[in-house]
Every structure is written in C-alpha cells, then in structure tokens.
C-alpha cells in the first residue's frame, strides 16, 4: 500500500483504525521526501528527527483515546512563513536563514492540537513576494507534473509537496493568489479563507490586511477538514473573527440544484489561454448538468485590482520588513562601519531583487507627497471593487471562473518581466483585496498535459458553499496524479 | 536691545500611563526589572506577532481627553509611523496621525494677567520605545526592551504660552489633572512625563509666527525653564545679528546651560506615516464614552468646593492640600479614620511641608501613611503626648512612617498623669526658685512659664503643661 497516495483524510482513517501506525506514516513521507526531493526542491528544512519523536508522541496520544481527530497522525508540511517553534523558519530568504522562532503560529498550534506530525517547511518566493517560487534564496521548486516548469507561487513548495506526495497535506499562505494559482499549476486543492477566518498570529507578514492561511491537498474533503482544524478565533490577532460555523466538512455534500453561479464575462478576456477557457466553461457547463443555474454577468473593475493591490501589499509590506535589519535576528553583513552601514549592507545582502523591489514600490506609495496619490487611491479602489462582489453575490451564491490565465510558464521565464508576472495574478487578486474565500480545484489537464485549474468564490464568510460547489464538481471526475 | 520680542511657545508632553501591563502585550510596565525581562514576542519585533489593543490605555487617554476639555474622536486609528533605529524593534512605531483618540481641547492656567486658556491640539495614544545602553568599554551598544510597548499619551498644545512661567503652569496644572485621573505619576525625574519646547520668537506685534525650534531632554520644571530662557536669547541673538533661526531639533543640556542641534528639517525624515493593518479602528460608542464620563473622578476644582463645604479650615489651607492628589489623599484617609479635619490639615501645612522643603522633597514623594498619622494625632488628642514629644515623633512618620503608639511606647515618651508625682516635682521647683515665686505673687504673671519650663525640664518633657499650669496656680495661691 503507498501510503502517500492516499488523502489525508483517508490516511487518518487507517490510523485511527490502526491499520497504519502514525510512525510508519510518518516513514512514508520521510522515504517519498528521500526519494524525489533531489527532483523538486520542495522543502527548505526536513525536521526528520523531530518528526520520528512526535510521530511516537501522537500515536500515544491515539493510542489513550486522547487525540480522536481526521487528521491526528497524518504528516503535514508547513510553509517557511509560518512560525514553529525551535525550528528552522526563513520565509525562503537569506535574511532569516538562522531564524527559529520561540513561538509557533496560531494555526500551527491548532493543527497540533489535531495531532498533526510536521515533517518540514516548504519552500516558497522570498517572503511570499512572487508567482513562481523562483525568488527563493534556496533554489526552485519543480512543479512534479514537468519539471521544466514551476510549481505557481507563492505557496509553490507547499503544492508541489502535496502533487509529488512528500507531505500527505500542506499549509499555504495567500495574499494575491499564493495558494489557488500554485494549486491550480500543480493540479490540487486550495482555499483562501475569508480574511479573519485563519488567525495570523505567527505567519510572517507580507501584506498584513491581505493575508491568510489556508489549506492544500488532494481534494475537497481534505481541504474541508483542514480548513475546520486551523479556522479559530484568536485574541492575538485583532483581525481574527469570531464566528459559529467552523464546522465545514458539513458542507462536504454532491448537490448543487438551484445553486446560483455567475461567470464574469470580463474574466474572459485577451491573455486567457484557450485550452484553460474551455476546460473552465467545461466545469462550469458540468455544474449546470447537475442542476446548478449557471449565469454569465459582468462584474466590472477587473482591470483595477491589479495595481490597487501592488500598491497596498507593497506599502504594507514595506514596513512589515522593516524590522529584518540584523540587529536582534537573522542575517547581520560580515563587516560594518556604523549603524547606518550595517543596515543598510545587511538588508541588501540579505533581500532578494524582488523583495527589494516590492520594498522601494512601497516605500514609495507611501512617501509625504504621494500618499494620497497612490495609497489613499488603492485602498477606495479597494472598497470599489468590494462593491463590485456585493453586487454580484445579491444574485449569485457561487462566482466561477479561471485560477489563472495559462498553465505553468516554463523556468526562468517570468522573473525577466515581472509585469507580465504580475498581470498572472488578474484573477486571484481581487479577491484578497474583498477579504472574500477562493478555492482553486482542478478541472482537467491542457494539451501539454499540464493541470488546469478552476476558481470558486463566495461571499465573505460563505465558504460552506464554494466547497459544496467545489465537492460536488469533483465528484465527476477522478484524481489525477502526475507520478507515474 | 532697541526691539522687543515675544516668545510664542507650544508644547508636546509625552506622559506614561499607569496601566498594569504595556499597550499592544500583556508584558508588565513596571520600571526597573533586569533587562529584557518584561518582553514577549510582541514588544521585541519577532515575526509573525501581532498588536492587540490594551482597553485600558484607551479609556486613561479618553479620560485626559475629557478632562483637558477635548473631542473624543469616536472613530479613531493607529498609524505605523516607519523610521530604523534599534531602540524600536519594529522599526516602526504604532502612533496615531490622521485620527487621534482626542481633539482640539484646552486648560486654564493662572497667569499674573489672569487667567489663560492654553488650547490643546490633539492627544494621542502610542508606545514607548526600548532603551539603548552605549557601553564605552565594549564600544557597543546594548538595548533593553522593557520599556518597548510601555503605553504613552502624547498632548500637543497650540502655540498659546509666551513665556517660561506660563509653560511651568500649564505643566502643573495638566499634571495635576493626570495625577488626579490616576492615568499616570508624572514624574519628571523618572521620565514618566517628558516635555519638548517647540519655541520661536518674533517681534512684538507681528502677525506671522517666527522659525521655531524644538528642544528635547528637558527633565525637571527648573530645566524647562532655563532651556526656554536660553533658546529665547539664542534666537533673538541670531536675529539682531540679522541671522536667520534654523527650523531644527535641539537638546537641551542643563549642565552646560546650553542647547545644540540634533537634526535640521532638511535631515528631517519622511515618517511614511500609514494605517496599521494589524489593528482595528477603535470605535467608542456612546455608551462606552458615557461609561468613562461617569468614572471620571472628583478633580481639583471640585474637591476644593467640597473641602469648603465639609471642612472648616483655610481656603489656603484647600489650596495647598489639594495642590496634590497625593496630599489630598492622605488628608482625606486620616480623616476617614476618624482624626479631626482640622487638626490633620494642621499636620499637613505646618511640619508636612516643612519638612518637606527641609529635605527639598516634592508633595508625591510623601511616603507615611495615613493611618500613622490618624494614630499620633489620636495620641495627642487622648493627651498622651504633648506637642512637644508630638512633633518628634511625627519627624519619624514623615521620616519611616513608623508606628506611634509602639515608638512612644518604646522611647518612654508618654506623659506623665500621675498628679503625685507631678505635685511634689512642683513643690520641688517652686522651692528652688523663689526669685520666680516672688516675682508671681507681686504681680508678674509671666514668670509662671519659666516654672512652667523649669517642671517640664525636670518631667523630662513628659507632662501635660496644661496640668502643669493648673497644680502651679494652686499652689502659689
């Protein structure tokens, strides 16, 4: 039995019901890791000893009746932004390549409180700045179904940890698509909560009002399951929400008649591969057949998400990484002249060109004189476009449409325009800036046998019905793995 | 000097608030713990934490807002003010810019020409910063992050004041009104008031403001005052050189009784001022800002009123008392344990303060209590001292604060009621002095006080004069 190619949910079952052991799981994923890590770099820290001992830890737990849950025992693999404690947390950047936090993030937390074994950090752009898991400081990530091309980013190591079966599960982030554009490049699941949803405490931040956490795996139910395990409300986090429905594998059931969905007409525009038009109006065409009202209606402001968001994220995050300038962690330069010099040879030495570039855009943004120019304009186009979704989700329960306009690009070519880079993110992107949850499932494979991926968004806090949407889509087809 | 010039001054008071715990954490506030033991997370920088707004810290600044008489912005925010220095671990410092929690207020102060109302900008909430250690030695610089995240109120006047005494009044009467809030100890010494001088000066009668200045590290009443005197000379110097003053950032040194620049506004950095996103907007609802209304405690003006209604004592007397939130509470504790208003005002403004200007102390830094002070003037009252031995025990109160019921007891200080032992101590004296004696009987009055004297010498202070009075009538008769 290969125990990787099974779902985490499926995976947990076996344990509970002790047809698997939570340490040969774990022997499971630290063999696949051994076996084809070499191929796809999708960590950056393998804690093999550690892991081995909470593997023997939560089976005790199983064992005293103590730990119950899906998913206890069931290896995950965290993103590099998220806090765990005394181990290895360097956001793939050269500038924490010593850092272990004293802490572990809140959702970490939860998620060993669900009996989680955590083999490792996954791997992703510098900061999560990036779309393509190039810009880390510790090489690329293969996307497992080409290794020519890359996994989507930021969350790249996280998808591709879960396509190549090194992890039965992962946690991504997602400020502007990182977790559904990854997903979708590498043929899994993903969901971007409402913002709130997932506390933030302990995920290092890149654009604090756009972050979230979320899920990554094989399919819906995992996802689900997942989601209900990490979703809490937290004091640390002043934007955590409290809310009364956690409880979201309820909504893990094959019926979507009456379900109202809406294409936006203007997703549907130049620069939209063909093939991943047609495999999306594929699903879409499916939904309908099982008795869902399907609907094209314009949605408007498309064009405008994009630079409000460079905008916002970049003058967040130019201050959110202001504080890795090698005084109290981290990287500090060799040999310094002043307080003044030491910052400034550490912080460039110790960033990479897109995260510098991201830093300057938003220190410019922000700078006396253009503030309301830029800032202050970004953040109502972001109240526009909130409008926008008010309006469409008056009429629509679910919204349908592409992850990303192509399939994954080949290696190296998005850095060399970072422009062309940027508009990948068409898509995804509004949705952070409505604080609204996005899920990417996939919905077939292009010409070149590369995963195509399909987005469902709901309403803030309506996230039981892009899963029922989600779930009841997958049941129509089965899951394709790219290893052979 | 052939032209007269005025000061235009305005000030920004820094005060630290008396919360338990810091404004973003729930790390300790209190001063002095070895360094870096009052931290977490949250107030060194680390990644990945996240501010969570101390209630508390809004309700003080509400409370200071509404007793300066300002605007209570209901709907108010925290700004991310950026700048990299490592006292702050986040290199940015979480402020208040475009809606600070208070707006547009102001004080009354005396003045020889009347009284003034000096205008308050804003108030607005923000968090201390860390503190560095230069070592010499090591030719490094430590930081400490205790201080990190301590909650501060900083108050903005208008530019309103023109000279030294006017700034010192407007000084006392806004601490004052803090102390009396419970909001913070405003002490300037321990820095937990901190005031910068923004001063310009122009010509008498001119409409336009001259090119101020703005003067740090300015730790006591008397430093203000001097730094004001000199930067006033400074600028009116370069102008009657028909130079021109230099907008920049001064610090003041009351060694050298002179100020240098720090930093011009042409090095003067571009804050990047922005909302932060890692915090709500806090919104005070009516009903919250009912609630602190009602909280807010008697102040000064309304305990004076009450003190002339319930106590018969000096209204001078009232106005000292009350001149310290601290004194007042003692006043008023001694009086709850049920010592005469009248005798515990007595105690406060006679040896109280004479012992304080003795030990050049100020009014807060009184440390006994209210309770010894109920009990010696209980003692005295049951006359089982007398003012004398009274005067030397309250000097070990104000001194210790010791008990004066065990200290007379103690010492042997208690007088003497046996009217025996009195009597014939008396018949003693007035057999040794017959000089006085005669001089009594033949009409001099007066010389009774020095038997008087010469019996208490003898009782060792321990006896009642009254008593001693009473027996020497009788017997010279």
């Known amino acids: 039995m290969n125990l990787m190619s099974l779902t985490a949910v499926e995976l947990g079952k076996k344990i509970k019901a002790k047809e698997v052991t939570v340490l040969e799981a774990t022997k499971a994923a630290l063999a696949a890791i051994e076996e084809r890590e070499s191929k796809y770099n999708c960590y950056v820290t393998v804690d093999k000893e550690g892991a081995l001992k909470r593997a023997e830890e939560v089976q005790k737990l199983i064992d005293q009746g103590e730990l119950t849950g899906p998913l206890a025992g069931v290896p995950v693999a965290i993103k590099d932004n998220m806090c765990t404690k005394d181990m290895l947390t360097t956001c793939s950047s050269k500038i924490l390549s010593n850092f272990k936090p004293t802490y572990s993030a809140e959702a970490v937390v939860n998620l060993e409180k669900a009996g989680a074994v955590i083999i490792g950090k996954t791997n992703m752009d510098e900061f999560a700045m990036g779309s393509t898991t190039e810009t880390s400081y510790y090489g690329e990530t293969k996307n497992p179904w080409n290794e020519e091309r890359v996994p989507g980013g930021s969350s790249g190591g996280s998808c591709a940890a879960v396509a190549a079966e090194e992890c039965s599960y992962a946690l991504g982030s997602d400020t502007g698509g990182s977790i559904r554009q990854p997903s979708s490049f590498c043929g899994v699941t993903g969901i971007k909560p409402t913002y709130g949803t997932v506390s933030r405490y302990g995920l290092i931040a890149y654009g604090s009002s756009l972050d979230q956490i979320g899920p990554v795996a094989k399919d819906v139910t995992d996802c689900a399951t997942i989601l209900e395990a990490i979703s809490s409300y937290d004091k640390k986090d002043s934007t955590s929400v409290k809310r009364e429905d956690y409880d979201f594998t309820s909504a893990l059931v094959d019926d979507v008649k009456g379900m109202r969905i809406g294409i936006p007409t203007d997703y549907f525009i130049d620069g939209l591969d063909s093939e991943v038009k047609e495999a999306v109006l594929q699903a879409a065409n499916t939904l309908k057949e099982k008795g869902a009202i399907v609907e094209e209606f314009e949605l408007g402001l498309v064009e405008y998400a994009i630079p409000a968001y460079y905008v916002i994220a970049s003058a967040e995050a130019s201050s959110n990484l202001s504080r890795f300038d090698g005084v109290k962690y981290g990287y500090r330069t060799e040999s310094f002249d002043g307080l003044h010099n030491m910052y400034k040879k550490t912080r460039s030495e110790g960033f990479g060109a897109e995260v510098k570039r991201r830093i300057m855009l938003g220190s410019f943004v922000l700078s006396s004189g253009y503030y309301d120019a830029y800032y202050l304009k970004a953040l109502r186009t972001k109240a526009l476009i909130k409008k926008e979704f008010d309006k469409a989700f008056e009429k629509y329960d679910v919204i349908l449409g592409p992850v990303a306009p192509t399939t994954a690009p080949k290696l190296g070519d998005s850095l060399s325009d970072p422009i062309k880079m940027y508009l990948g993110d068409i898509y995804t992107i509004a949705v952070n800036l409505a604080g609204l949850p996005g899920m990417s499932v996939p919905c077939g494979t292009d010409s070149k046998g590369l995963p195509i991926g399909l987005q469902l968004i709901g309403d803030c806090f309506q996230e039981k019905k892009i899963i029922q949407a989600a779930y009841s889509f997958e049941q129509t087809r089965t899951y394709k793995r790219p290893l052979n | ?477």
């Open chain 2, 1 to 477: 000097m052939s032209k007269q010039y005025e000061t235009v001054i305005g000030l920004e008071v820094h005060v630290e608030l008396a919360t338990k715990t810091k404004i973003f954490c729930g790390c300790s506030t209190e001063f002095g713990g070895a360094p870096n033991t009052h931290t977490c997370p949250v107030c060194t920088g680390m990644p990945g934490s996240l501010p969570v707004l101390n209630k508390q810290v809004v309700e003080y600044a509400m409370a200071v807002g509404l007793a300066t008489n300002c605007t209570i912005t209901q709907f108010n925010k925290f700004d991310r003010k950026n700048y990299f220095y490592p006292d702050n671990p986040q290199n940015y410092q979480i402020s208040q810019l475009y809606l600070p929690i208070c707006r547009d207020g102001g004080i009354e102060i005396d003045t020889p020409a009347g009284k003034k109302t000096i205008g308050i900008h804003e108030i607005h909430m923000e968090e201390d910063a860390g503190k560095l250690i230069h070592d010499e030695w090591e030719d490094c610089s430590l930081v400490d992050y205790n201080r990190s995240g301590v909650p501060l109120i900083e108050i903005v006047s208008e530019p309103d004041m023109r000279s030294a005494d006017e700034v010192i009044a407007y000084l006392e009467k806004l601490r004052l009104i803090i102390q009396y809030l419970g909001a913070s100890d405003c002490k300037l010494n321990e820095g937990s008031m901190r005031a910068d001088v923004n001063l310009s000066v122009r010509e008498v009668g001119a409409s336009e403001f001259g090119t101020r200045t703005e003067m740090k590290n300015l730790n006591s009443f008397k430093a203000i005052a001097r730094a004001i005197e000199g930067e006033r000379a400074r600028q009116i110097e370069l102008l009657e050189e028909g130079k021109q003053v230099i907008q920049e950032t001064r610090r003041w040194d009351d060694n050298k009784e002179y100020s240098y620049a720090m930093r011009s506004k042409e090095d003067a950095q571009d804050y990047r001022y922005f909302p932060d996103p890692d915090l709500v907007p806090v919104i005070i609802s009516d009903e919250w800002l009912n609630e602190v209304k009602a909280k807010q405690p008697e102040l000064q003006a309304e305990k004076k009123e009450r003190y002339k209604k319930e106590f018969d004592i000096p209204e001078y007397d009232i106005d000292i008392i009350t001149g310290s939130k601290h004194m007042a509470d003692i006043f008023e504790e001694t009086i709850s344990l049920g010592a005469n208003p009248k005798k515990v005002s007595n105690w406060l403004m006679v040896e109280t303060m004479r012992l304080l200007k003795e030990h050049e102390m100020e009014p807060e830094d009184i440390k006994f209590s209210a309770t010894n002070l109920a009990k010696l003037i209980q003692l005295t009252d049951e006359k089982a001292i007398n003012s004398t031995v009274a005067k030397e025990v309250f000097e070990q109160i104000f001194n210790e604060d010791i008990d004066p019921v065990a200290y007379v007891e103690e010492k042997g200080l208690k007088t003497v009621n046996d009217e025996g032992a009195l009597r014939s101590t008396i018949e003693q004296v007035i057999a040794n002095n017959p000089q006085s004696v005669e001089d009594y009987k033949s009409g001099k009055k007066k010389a009774i006080g020095f038997l008087v004297g010469q019996t208490m010498k003898e009782m060792k202070g321990k006896a009642d004069p009254s008593m001693i009075n009473q027996i020497l009538v009788e017997l010279l008769q």
